[in-house]
Every structure is written in structure tokens, then in C-alpha cells.
């Protein structure tokens, strides 16, 4: 009956018509602090959900936040792990939410973040490892933020690094995996090629231009890829609302980047 929930939930975060998701994480509070964008957690949301986003991440706290009477629907992926930009050990994640404890909130998936090439890596596979168990026990599906990351990384953009960091996803049990884009469709072809389960892109730091976000949506997509899960270059744009609309369109209609361009004008 488990396998039944995680479908039905699956289809709350993920188009059903191509079983692609535009997901907008909203998590960077913890880690970074209020910064432009999240400072009204509602506003946002609101803004986010009416370009027709599939779902939002947040923590736990921000649940009753952010949560809308009225307007249009929105999935709802609570992230279960975290780390500080102020401790010593910024890239080690510790888990701070129980799957139990998302199911309560009204989650339709969970989240956790990830680091390999780190001293701490251990921990955090072992967390992983805990809570894909958790996830499919209770028939929730699990997005699992994947990041080369550490003193042994070199470059986390590297397509070796960053295959390998997607492939650590799909083998311990996510249900989709959420990696850096590595520059081109041909390189991200690689990434997806050898994970088994749907993979989409982080958005990293806030871009100066609109086109280059939009290309590399449109250039994962030409990979292989299953759509995205963008945070700064949707809540701090100008206006949230059409840069969602114009994601949507690349990825639900297979609208040129041009015409995506467009929505934004």
C-alpha cells in the first residue's frame, strides 16, 4: 500500500502530462539567513504558486508561514536536514525533522541535502540511509539534494564528480536526485545517462541574466533531464511570478528560450 501513497504523492509534485517538476526550494533561511526574497515567507509563496510551480521546500518552522487560504495549489516538500554558513563544518548536514514529522506538517515529499568528499560524509550517508528507509516505509517520495563538496572536490561542477554525486542518490534510495548543472547538455547527458531515477538541477547563486538561467534550464532538459529545483533565481528575481511562468513553459511546453524571453518582457 506504500508504493500506492508514494505515487499519489509523486503526482503532487511532478507534471503528470511529461513527469517533469519546477520546484522552487525555500530552505536557505538555515543556512544563509533572511536574505532578499524569503524575508515574506508568504509573499512568496503566493507569488511562486501562481506562475504554476509544482512545489516549494521548506523547514518545518516555515509549514504555517507560508501556508495560503486560497490561491492556487502547490506542492509541499519539507527538507529534513541542515547546516549554518556560520559553523565550522558549513557543509556537514545534520538532521534536524523526522519523515514522521513531515507526514504530520502535510508533506507531499521530504528533502535532505547531501555532501560528498567531505570529512563528514560518513555521517551524512548514514542520515541518508535512515531516512530512505523512513521514506519508503511510510510511502513518501524523497528528493535528495546531491553536492560534491569538500576538501577532496576540486571542482563540483566536474561532470566525474558530479555523475558520481546523482549515482550515490539513485543507489541509496532517492527518488529524485538534485544536482549542480555542469555546463552543457552534453555533459549533463552524462549525469542523467547513469542515474536511475529522475534528475533535476539546482539553480546555485543569483545569475546577472535572465537568458543564461533559462539556457540552462532548457539545456538540462535536452540532456535527459527532468526539470528543476531553483531557489535564488526565482525568489530574488524582479518578478517571481513570470520567472516561474517562463521555467514552465521551457519545461512543460518545450518553448524556445527565446519564447521564454518573452513571458519576462
Same mark, same amino acid.
Given at each position: 500500500?506504500?508504493?500506492?501513497?508514494?505515487?499519489?504523492?509523486?503526482?503532487?509534485? !511532478?507534471?503528470?502530462?511529461?513527469?517533469?517538476?519546477?520546484?522552487?526550494?525555500?530552505?536557505?533561511?538555515?543556512?544563509?539567513?533572511?536574505?532578499?526574497?524569503?524575508?515574506?515567507?508568504?509573499?512568496?509563496?503566493?507569488?511562486?504558486?501562481?506562475?504554476?510551480?509544482?512545489?516549494?521546500?521548506?523547514?518545518?518552522?516555515?509549514?504555517?508561514?507560508?501556508?495560503?487560504?486560497?490561491?492556487?495549489?502547490?506542492?509541499?516538500?519539507?527538507?529534513?536536514?541542515?547546516?549554518?554558513?556560520?559553523?565550522?563544518?558549513?557543509?556537514?548536514?545534520?538532521?534536524?525533522?523526522?519523515?514522521?514529522?513531515?507526514?504530520?506538517?502535510?508533506?507531499?515529499?521530504?528533502?535532505?541535502?547531501?555532501?560528498?568528499?567531505?570529512?563528514?560524509?560518513?555521517?551524512?550517508?548514514?542520515?541518508?540511509?535512515?531516512?530512505?528507509?523512513?521514506?519508503?516505509?511510510?510511502?513518501?517520495?524523497?528528493?535528495?539534494?546531491?553536492?560534491?563538496?569538500?576538501?577532496?572536490?576540486?571542482?563540483?561542477?566536474?561532470?566525474?564528480?558530479?555523475?558520481?554525486?546523482?549515482?550515490?542518490?539513485?543507489? !541509496?534510495?532517492?527518488?529524485?536526485?538534485?544536482?549542480?548543472?555542469?555546463?552543457?547538455?552534453?555533459?549533463?547527458?552524462?549525469?542523467?545517462?547513469?542515474?536511475?531515477?529522475?534528475?533535476?538541477?539546482?539553480?546555485?547563486?543569483? !545569475?546577472?541574466?535572465?537568458?543564461?538561467?533559462?539556457?540552462?534550464?532548457?539545456?538540462?532538459?535536452?540532456?535527459?533531464?527532468?526539470?528543476?529545483?531553483?531557489?535564488?533565481?526565482?525568489?530574488?528575481?524582479?518578478?517571481?511570478?513570470?520567472?516561474?511562468?517562463?521555467?514552465?513553459?521551457?519545461?512543460?511546453?518545450?518553448?524556445?528560450?527565446?519564447?521564454?524571453?518573452?513571458?519576462?518582457?
Amino acid at each position: 500500500m506504500t508504493i500506492i501513497g508514494k505515487h499519489i504523492r509523486m503526482e503532487r509534485i !511532478m507534471d503528470r502530462k511529461t513527469g517533469r517538476t519546477l520546484i522552487v526550494p525555500l530552505d536557505h533561511g538555515v543556512s544563509v539567513g533572511p536574505i532578499h526574497g524569503i524575508t515574506d515567507i508568504k509573499k512568496t509563496v503566493a507569488q511562486i504558486a501562481e506562475g504554476g510551480a509544482n512545489a516549494i521546500v521548506e523547514h518545518k518552522g516555515l509549514v504555517g508561514a507560508g501556508h495560503r487560504r486560497g490561491g492556487s495549489d502547490i506542492g509541499l516538500i519539507v527538507h529534513l536536514s541542515a547546516s549554518t554558513s556560520l559553523s565550522v563544518y558549513p557543509h556537514s548536514k545534520t538532521l534536524v525533522c523526522s519523515v514522521e514529522e513531515a507526514l504530520k506538517l502535510g508533506a507531499d515529499a521530504v528533502s535532505i541535502h547531501v555532501n560528498i568528499g567531505n570529512g563528514q560524509e560518513k555521517e551524512m550517508l548514514n542520515d541518508f540511509g535512515r531516512v530512505s528507509y523512513e521514506s519508503r516505509n511510510w510511502g513518501i517520495p524523497l528528493l535528495v539534494m546531491m553536492y560534491p563538496r569538500g576538501e577532496k572536490i576540486k571542482d563540483e561542477y566536474d561532470v566525474e564528480v558530479v555523475k558520481h554525486a546523482a549515482r550515490v542518490g539513485c543507489e !541509496m534510495g532517492a527518488d529524485i536526485v538534485k544536482v549542480s548543472y555542469t555546463g552543457s547538455p552534453e555533459s549533463f547527458a552524462k549525469v542523467v545517462e547513469g542515474c536511475t531515477v529522475p534528475v533535476v538541477i539546482a539553480g546555485g547563486a543569483k !545569475m546577472d541574466s535572465d537568458r543564461d538561467i533559462l539556457e540552462m534550464v532548457k539545456g538540462s532538459i535536452e540532456a535527459g533531464g527532468a526539470g528543476v529545483s531553483i531557489g535564488r533565481n526565482v525568489f530574488q528575481h524582479d518578478n517571481p511570478t513570470l520567472m516561474v511562468k517562463a521555467m514552465a513553459a521551457i519545461l512543460f511546453d518545450n518553448a524556445s528560450v527565446e519564447d521564454a524571453l518573452k513571458i519576462l518582457t
